[in-house]
């Protein structure tokens, strides 16, 4: 028996179908509220405004991509912090080529949704760089914290620019690249 939706996914599940449509600048809270079968006030509690809803949006794929690239990592079973930037990398980059979400905010400039993980996508940064972090902090525990730090922030910004404006080339070679830039953001840790 599966359980019961709450109440936020519903709502999320809502405005994630109106702006995969490419509807989202004409959405109305209550075109949301209804969809979820809720009524407005409900929705405006639970979010409080329409630019709360879509971040909460994208702040739920987010999580989501990330769940997905621990998974990868976890299926990959990396040697190495060089492999596994080269595995989340790939994994990051192919699901995005294919996320609806994504992809509609990508072509819908008039939605608005873009600036979540550009302009104003520090959560996304954050939530990915922690992400990094920990991986990383947990599986080679004798790497520097600093080099960790160093080099999350910068292969999270990366993967962002990658993908808010791909690349013309496949996925392996910049996640290929990625994994050099990962082994001199980390050299002097992986040489001893």
Partial sequence: MTEP??????????????????????????DVARTAGVSRQTLYNEFGSKDALAQAMAMREVERFIEGTERALDEAHPDDP???VAAA???????????????????????????FITTRGEPVVQAA??????????????LSPDAITLAAETITRLTLSHVVLPASMPAETIAAQFADLARKLLREDTDS
Avoid at 9 to 24: H, I, K, N, T
Avoid at 89 to 115: E, H
């Fill in 129 to 142: 760089r922690a992400s990094f972090e920990n991986y990383y902090a947990t599986h080679w525990p004798t």
């Fill in 82 to 84: 060089i492999q596994a």
């Fill in 89 to 115: 990398a790939l994994s990051t980059l192919q699901r995005a080529a294919d996320n609806p979400l994504l992809k509609a905010a990508l072509v819908d400039d008039t939605s608005g949704l873009l600036a």
């Fill in 5 to 30: 939706r709450s109440t936020r996914d519903s709502l999320l599940d809502a405005a994630y179908d109106a702006a995969v449509a490419g509807d989202w600048s004409r959405t109305r809270m209550l």
